[in-house]
């Protein structure tokens, strides 16, 4: 059974940081590319960051120059490192994998950023 648990987030001031930290159980992690996503209410989950098994990492380009995307491949984890938050990046985060046609969620996380 694949599980991605979820850690981090909160609420911050505008300039802040806060990280994310997503554990993947069920999957041979080292293979899979992660992501992380994003949803405002009323919006469609929007992609924020993938990095793949090499290490390879992109980034919507709302999130770049501030946000870090990284993995550990021994802890079976992946990270989101966010500086210089605004609070357009408020929303709830998901972490997410895919494989053979099927996708997973983490719980999701809720980061509030305030003016």
């Known amino acids: 059974q694949v599980r991605l648990v979820q850690s981090g987030g909160g609420s911050v001031q505008a300039g802040g940081s806060l990280s994310l930290s997503c554990a993947a159980s069920g999957i041979n992690f080292k293979l899979y590319t992660m992501a992380w996503y994003r949803q405002d209410p009323g919006k469609q989950r929007e992609l924020v960051a993938t990095?793949?098994?090499?290490?390879?990492?992109n980034y919507t380009d709302s999130v770049k120059d501030r946000f870090t995307i990284s993995r550990n491949n021994p802890w079976n984890t992946v990270y989101l490192r966010m500086n210089n938050l605004k609070p357009d990046d408020t929303g709830i985060y998901y972490c997410?994998?895919?494989?053979?046609?099927?996708?997973?969620w983490g719980q999701g996380t809720q980061v509030t950023v305030s003016s």
């Open positions: 990095i793949n098994s090499g290490g390879s990492s």
């Open positions: 997410n994998t895919r494989a053979r046609g099927r996708e997973w």
